[in-house]
């Protein structure tokens, strides 16, 4: 086994990994991973995609990329084929993380680097970051079947509106997002929750580019305060397979919390999607982050399994 330079490869020899990949997302996570995979074939075709691959016999069968957002790196994705049938599959991950760590701590002006491991188990790949000096945060991956949810109505603070998600919520957003997030340990996770700046590259990304699904208008919610007419929360929604959305955001600026707007904005999606026909809705959400996971608990949702996210600061 080789671990090369996967710029040294074209789509035509991923292709059969990727799709190996999109199946393994499609039967554990409910996710179409189509529109994701073809965007890394665009970036291999490329070559501007870093990161490496595991060789056998002139065959990829793993992966793993990494991109460069100014001075971070975030780890794109880890996959080795056949993962829970061959013998060494966790030697070859912990390789491919190893080089891809390596790198990004010896890319010059890295100062931070981020992974979140959503298909792999907690602990399961964690040897080679924590080794690095990485804290660990497990996450839940989370799911509502909205075939047996019962659609009641929002019963949202009288002072609070809830209205559809338009493009002119993009700036007022980004402020309720980096108020939020303020001192939250999903800002230790993800550092574009620090600025305004920061957080108008995350809704960007949510909103604009398929990594994350497709965003959902439809399905995506603003919370107004009647009077001040300001915004004060929000949900956004993404569809990540024809049938299931994902909460790709949900927060409430935290003067309004604990009034049953949280719940209100995920009734509303929910509604949303039942009617269109949708049967499921998931969301991830760190273990630590104890409110929410308690609310999502109490609105029906089940933890489908655990996953880590790293961070090294430097
Ligand atoms: C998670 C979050 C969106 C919840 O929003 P919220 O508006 O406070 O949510 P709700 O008011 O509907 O529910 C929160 C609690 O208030 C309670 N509550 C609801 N209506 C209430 C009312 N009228 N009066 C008093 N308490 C009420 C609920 O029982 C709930 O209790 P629980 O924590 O035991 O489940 C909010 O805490 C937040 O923005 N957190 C920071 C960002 C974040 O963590 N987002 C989730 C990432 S996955």
Known sequence: MEILDLRHFSSVDLRPLLEDETRVWATMLSWDYTGSAEMILRYVDAKILPGYAAIERGRIFGYSFFVYEGSKGVVGDLFVANGDRLPNAREVEIKLLTHVIETLQQSPGIHRIEAQLLAHEAGSVARPFLDQGFQRHPRLFMVLN????????????????????????????????????????????????????????????????????????????????????????????SRVRGDVGHVTQICVLPEYRGRGIGEALMAMTSQNLIKRGFTMLSLTVTEANAGAVALYHRLGFETKRVFDAFVWAG
């Open 146 to 237: 909205l075939r047996s949810t019962v659609s009641q109505a929002p019963a949202a603070h009288p002072d609070v509106e809830i209205r559809r998600w338009s493009d002119a919520d993009y700036q007022p957003a980004a402020a309720v997002i980096t108020a939020a997030y303020r001192g939250h340990v999903d800002a230790q996770i993800n550092d574009q929750y620090h600025t305004l700046a920061g957080s108008l590259r995350f809704l960007n990304n949510i909103v604009r580019f398929p990594g994350c699904g497709v965003f959902d208008p439809e399905s995506s919610y603003a919370a107004v305060d009647r009077k001040a007419r300001n915004l004060i929360g929000l949900i956004l929604c």
